[in-house]
């Protein structure tokens, strides 16, 4: 890593498109034309166009992104799906197969599992926590192999440095969606990861009001996704990208009282008598609290935890939160809770969610920005109130 590069919390802040400048503003307006007089430019992929990813908003969100991930390049998407199936369309293409860690996000495991298989594409599954078990898993056409920096809902943390050499040695590009650490806890590509994925919709742009997403990496690897993006059209639009961009700004001190705010709730509900079981990074009780504390500079905002009194307790709680808001999103400024077997893993079905070890009770929580006091003020309630 370069000594010269600077924090990322300068970085969010001066991370400005030479380009995007207009008449010495220091925050770029939204160019909503569509419609650019035609300059010397004979390269297909590069007219202004909105659809081509060259208007200056755009150019501007991938910029600030690669160099916040320490990426040379960088592309953004329409939303975070967008950045995950074109990317996986473009790096494994018919014939190729994919090592993926399972369970995943939600509509990630469903492209995966689902669609994938009908575009002549081949999948396994590989169970990160075994690492002697990856190598049974390839198979001759094995391209790529995907992972989550921290897996939904259980927060399991792989160990990322070996998934690179597992990478290297087989040449698999390395794929990773970084969403749930984001760029201030985890920067994959210093460990040595091909491609960063992410829902710039969570903790990117972090005020719960745009669908968004971004591939960072090589160059020469975005050149090659952005051919099909331009195609496929899941294009960012310029004001979700203005929108992201001054999101962005305060990247770095939200997710540093995300940070703090869910070990303070994590050890707190560790405590609590009517709470079975709280899962952290964060916590030493956390199987992998000593691996993500070598990789990562902070915990996450994510934690879950079940409750003494099962589903129907569980059920009642989220409903009786009054600062904490009852919804499965993640990364915004108000605390979510959401319980993953009635929204994000409901599509495994009972069967497949006791098999992942997602029990159906267990409450899911992104912290938020309120003060802590508040936060379990609001817990310890609810808690009482519904008699969990
Ligand atoms: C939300 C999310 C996605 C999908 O992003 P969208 O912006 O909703 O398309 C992908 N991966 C993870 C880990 C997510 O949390």
Known sequence: MSTRRPHIETEVIQGTHDAARFEGAQVTPI???????????????????????????????????????????GLVTASGMAAITTTLIAVLRSGGHVLAQRPLYGATQQFVSERLGELGIGHGFIDVRKPETWQAALTPDTRAIYVEAISNPLLVVADHARIVEFARAHRLVSIIDNTFASPVNFRPIELGFDLVLHSATKYLNGHSDVIMGAVLGSADRIRSIKLWLDTLGGTADPEACYLLRRGLKTLALRVERQNANALALARHLETHARVAKVIYPGLASHPDHALAARLFDGFGGMLACELAGGAEAAGRFVRCVKVAVHSASLGGPETLLTIPATTSHAGLGAEGRARAGISEGLVRISTGLEHIDDLIRDFDGALATAGA
């Open 31 to 73: 160019v909503r034309s569509t419609v650019f007089e035609a300059g010397e430019q004979v390269d297909p992929h590069n007219i202004r166009y909105g659809r081509l990813s060259t208007l200056a908003n755009q150019l501007e969100a991938a910029q600030v992104l690669a160099r916040v991930e320490g990426a040379e390049a």
